[in-house]
């Protein structure tokens, strides 16, 4: 390591916008990270129980009411006639591997006893699979098996094949499940997707949590600052990143009661301790609006408007107060879909929009926000010419695949262009307050401490006597990032609760004393 150290550290300070990434994020994030693993998060193991028997009734109750779809009963006769062709294979293979003993046997041997035993049994066992065959006993579908949905999806129902797994099969993740119940809604389908979330969700935080607790009831994952092509972190151990932010937006679980996983995770003493949450809001929209200097969102940003709102007023051209739902959905939908290179035919799919529809909303919303348009057009030219693009506090992504002879390679490399300076910045934000929060902690001998953190969000279990301050001072030093780059505020909206699912929204510091006094 220090040998590579020797040949790397010359290249690394010659490169100013990595040497600053290395020295004022990256390593001095490591070690804020390695402390909060330390700490870990504790465990209600309580409500895990709770969590396990409510997500094991809900899974059974799928399962027992997808067989009520003669779709389901017909996807288990397919099934079943899979298993007796694979178990007719596997006894012809046993019996033609006999034959060929017993082909040995007798060129080696010669007609022995032993041969003509084997013989007998051979065609004793041939004249019974000829006249009984097989029995398989009926296979009962299952939900969770992807081999039993992708026969249903694409076999029975014939759904569009939208993507293709690495062994070359058709996919059933939750992503292509959320794409083709959008493109065909039906109770069946609604059903199969909320099992995939379900289980998904069991899978990763109920059923492997108990592996994962220490003696002590805390949980310690392990958060990777490298993990991703942009910056942003990851974590494993579990993946905080799968866990829904708000199911109530979710198209399966939305109108379900679903046990809130992140309730789980809580202090020891809740007399004494709390959580609280502060999270970004709007953090990569703040950053495209600083980066591509729009006039109109740096305007809403600086004014506190609902940027959503006030983009959906200007390509339509009404006044704030008289945009409707569906204006906002679109122009949020266009807003976030920019991030990730989104384009009309996904837009239509969102918003139910015709594509043409979709294609002249794009149109008007470039026409009114002409300045974004610019810097994407100013990204891809960029990663076209040289292969790469930088975030503005320094990183550097390399897209060699900008130079491909496919077009559609060349595209996502431009999506990609587009979007990685705009989430490894916001990334970077949420670094740099987790490396001064801990460091002010430690500072004045705090109790308090960083639990967690899932995206632009960080989580803390706050020792209620220093609440008020904790309040104040991760606020202060999340809104005001180490970013001169930055035309728009940076907001943290900040969250209170005895757990991480159980949270108050928090306006002043009146809001929590209100928390702290204790209950009449």
């Keep these: 390591t220090f040998r590579l150290w020797d040949l790397f550290e010359p290249m690394l300070e010659a490169d100013e916008g990595l040497s600053h990434v290395?020295?004022?994020?990256?390593?001095?994030?490591?070690?804020?990270?390695?402390?909060?693993?330390?700490?870990?998060?504790?465990?209600?193991?309580?409500?895990?129980?709770?969590c396990r028997t409510e997500f094991s009734h809900l899974m059974e109750?799928?399962?027992?009411?997808?067989?009520?779809?003669?779709?389901?009963i017909e996807a288990e006769k397919f099934l079943t006639k899979a298993a007796v062709k694979a178990k007719k294979n596997?006894?012809?293979?046993?019996?033609?591997?006999?034959?060929?003993?017993?082909?040995?046997?007798?060129?080696?041997?010669?007609?022995?006893?032993?041969?003509?035993?084997?013989?007998?049994?051979?065609?004793?066992?041939?004249?019974?699979?000829?006249?009984?065959?097989?029995?398989?006993?009926?296979?009962?579908?299952?939900?969770?098996?992807?081999?039993?949905?992708?026969?249903?999806?694409?076999?029975?129902?014939?759904?569009p094949v939208l993507?293709?797994?690495?062994?070359?099969?058709?996919?059933?993740?939750?992503?292509?499940?959320?794409?083709?119940?959008?493109?065909?809604?039906?109770?069946?389908?609604?059903?199969?997707?909320?099992?995939?979330?379900?289980?998904?969700?069991?899978?990763?935080f109920v059923k492997s949590m108990p592996e994962r607790l220490c003696a002590d009831g805390r949980v310690r994952g392990s958060f990777n600052p490298i993990g991703t092509v942009t910056g942003r972190l990851s974590s494993s151990g579990p993946n905080l990143q799968q866990i829904p932010k708000n199911v109530k937006e979710d198209k399966f679980l939305a109108d379900i009661k679903v046990p809130s996983i992140k309730k789980m995770f809580t202090v020891r003493?809740?007399?004494?301790?709390?959580?609280?949450q502060f999270d970004y809001s709007q953090a990569e929209l703040r950053v495209l609006a600083s980066l591509a200097e729009e006039p109109t969102f740096i305007a809403a940003f600086n004014n506190g408007e609902d940027?959503?709102?006030?983009?959906?007023?200007?390509?339509?051209?009404?006044?704030?107060?008289?945009?409707?739902?569906?204006?906002?959905?679109?122009a949020k939908a266009v807003n976030f879909g920019l991030l990730y290179g989104q384009g009309a035919a996904k837009l239509a799919k969102g918003t139910g929009m015709t594509l043409d529809e979709a294609k002249a909303f794009i149109r008007l919303y470039f026409q009114k926000l002409p300045r974004i348009q610019r810097y994407i057009n100013h990204v891809k030219a960029r990663v076209k010419s040289e292969g790469e693009v930088r975030s503005p506090f320094g990183r550097l992504?390399?897209?060699?695949?900008?130079?491909?002879?496919?077009?559609?390679?060349?595209?996502?490399?431009?999506?990609?262009?587009?979007?990685?300076p705009i989430q490894s910045a916001a990334s970077d934000c949420t670094l740099a307050a987790i490396i001064a929060i801990t460091a002010w902690l430690e500072r004045n001998n705090m109790k308090s401490y960083i639990m967690i953190t899932v995206h632009d969000s960080i989580v803390l279990a706050v020792y209620k006597p220093e609440a008020v301050k904790v309040y104040k001072k991760v606020k202060k030093i999340m809104e005001n990032p180490p970013a001169d780059w930055l035309l728009v505020p940076m907001t943290a909206d900040a969250e209170i609760g005895p757990d991480w699912g159980t949270l108050t929204k928090v306006e002043s510091v009146d809001d929590i004393v209100k928390f702290l006094e204790p209950a009449s």
């Excluded at 909060?36 to 504790?42: I, K, S, V, W």
């Excluded at 003493?269 to 609280?276: A, L, S």
């Design 22 to 50: 290395f020295h004022t994020i990256l390593m001095p994030a490591s070690i804020a990270l390695a402390k909060m693993e330390l700490r870990g998060a504790y465990i209600d193991q309580d409500h895990l129980e709770v």
């Design 397 to 420: 992504r390399r897209l060699a695949t900008a130079f491909s002879p496919e077009p559609d390679i060349v595209a996502s490399a431009e999506r990609q262009a587009v979007n990685s």
């Design 163 to 204: 993507k293709m797994t690495p062994k070359k099969v058709p996919s059933t993740d939750k992503e292509v499940m959320k794409e083709l119940y959008t493109e065909h809604p039906s109770p069946l389908l609604q059903m199969l997707g909320r099992f995939t979330k379900l289980n998904t969700l069991y899978n990763m």
């Design 90 to 159: 596997d006894r012809i293979k046993q019996l033609v591997l006999r034959s060929d003993k017993l082909a040995e046997i007798k060129k080696t041997e010669g007609k022995t006893p032993r041969y003509t035993r084997g013989v007998a049994r051979l065609e004793a066992d041939v004249e019974k699979f000829k006249t009984q065959g097989v029995n398989v006993a009926p296979v009962t579908f299952s939900p969770g098996s992807s081999d039993h949905k992708r026969l249903l999806l694409y076999k029975v129902l014939k759904m």
């Design 307 to 330: 940027i959503h709102k006030r983009t959906a007023a200007d390509v339509n051209g009404v006044d704030l107060d008289d945009v409707t739902d569906g204006q906002r959905g679109a």
């Design 269 to 276: 003493n809740p007399k004494k301790w709390c959580v609280m």
């Design 61 to 72: 109750d799928i399962h027992a009411a997808l067989r009520d779809y003669p779709e389901v």
